[in-house]
Structures are given as C-alpha cells and as structure tokens.
C-alpha cells in the first residue's frame, strides 16, 4: 500500500512556475515508476509526465514537453513536476500516481493516486 499527498498548487500568472511535490508513505517508494496527471473541468484526465523507478527513463505528454520536468528522490519518497512557462491550458487538478509495471502513459496502469492539487493558470 502507498499513500501519495501532492502539495505545491496554486495560482499563477501565464509565464509562470511552480513546482509540485508529491510525498509517499511507506517503504517500497523506490521499487514503484511514478506519474503525473491532470484533469482540467468538463475533460478526461491525461497523462502529464512519467519516471520510472531508478529514474533513467522519463516520458512527457507533448504539450508539456519543455516546459515541464519529472524528477524524484527515493531518499525523501518523493516525486516532483517542475512546471516551467505555464500556459491557461495547463490549468486543471494535478494527480500523482504509483505504478509496478504497465504502460507509463495510461492510468489504467497506475495502483495508487493522491487527492490532487489544484494548477490555475491566469491569462
């Protein structure tokens, strides 16, 4: 079992950064790939960005892909997205998730998800 708690969300101006963080119970962080998602109102939730659990292999969505950065440290059990240039089409709750195995752009794949911290962009 693992617990996720994001924090880092808020308001911000087009041009923008933020950094959210997502925190992880339990022992077993390093052997889980992680991801982040969004949902934005009235929309599907999608793939944001993905890392695997040695961190050697990270995947973007396109529309993030430049602007926005995945990294973790297994030492503090913790993920982060470093989201850089935000755009008003970023706005939406963000999502972390753990995962064993799986594709890293499905959420299907992913076991366990956090509460969701809520991006909004102003233009």
């Known amino acids: 079992q693992v617990q996720l708690v994001e924090s880092g969300g808020g308001l911000v101006q087009a041009g923008g950064s933020l950094k959210l963080s997502c925190a992880a119970s339990g022992r077993t962080f390093s052997s889980y790939a992680m991801g982040w998602f969004r949902q934005a109102p009235g929309k599907e939730r999608e793939f944001v960005a993905a890392?695997?659990?040695?961190?050697?292999?990270?995947y973007y969505a396109n529309s993030v892909k430049g602007r926005f950065t995945i990294s973790r440290d297994n030492a503090k059990n913790t993920v982060y997205l470093q989201m850089n240039s935000l755009k008003p089409e970023d706005t939406a709750v963000y999502y972390c998730?753990?995962?064993?195995?799986?594709?890293?752009?499905?959420?299907?794949?992913?076991?366990?998800w956090g509460q969701g911290t809520q991006v909004t962009v102003s233009s």
């Open positions: 890392i695997s659990s040695s961190s050697i292999n990270t």
């Open positions: 998730a753990a995962r064993r195995s799986g594709s890293p752009y499905s959420s299907a794949s992913y076991d366990f």
